[in-house]
């Protein structure tokens, strides 16, 4: 399994990104991967952001982020995206997107794959 993370960028405080991760390899689809997305300052350890399971009907969310950033994915495109609204100058980070079986968790350890990340400046 690849997973390719796309979509961040430089925004002001207040705005909004999407982010994407599109996931490719033959045993994807018929693994069932429940996904999550993390991030990582510089300086600090990755946290977990939000996790998603395969059927996409439960969701889990970090506090810091609940009500702003909205999980979802599409798997007849193998593809989870990351809304990010009302964005904050501490959401600054590298985001990655992972994949694992299972159900999805909040610990960066329990995931199997990993994209490359993509960069999320927030300025103030």
């Known amino acids: 399994v690849q997973l390719q993370a796309s979509g961040g960028g430089l925004v002001q405080a207040g705005g909004s990104l999407r982010l994407s991760c599109a996931a490719s390899g033959r045993t994807f689809s018929s693994g069932r991967y429940a996904m999550g997305w993390f991030r990582q300052a510089p300086g600090k350890e990755r946290e977990f952001v939000v996790a998603?399971?395969?059927?996409?009907?439960?969701?889990y969310y970090a506090d810091s982020v609940k009500g702003r950033f909205t999980i979802s994915r599409d798997n007849a495109k193998n593809t989870v995206f990351l809304r990010m609204n009302s964005l904050k100058p501490e959401d600054t980070a590298v985001y990655f997107c992972?994949?694992?079986?299972?159900?999805?968790?909040?610990?960066?350890?329990?995931?199997?794959?990993w994209g490359q990340g993509t960069q999320v400046t927030v300025s103030s």
């Open positions: 998603i399971t395969w059927s996409g009907r439960t969701t």
């Open positions: 992972a994949a694992r079986t299972g159900a999805g968790t909040d610990q960066a350890p329990d995931y199997d794959y």
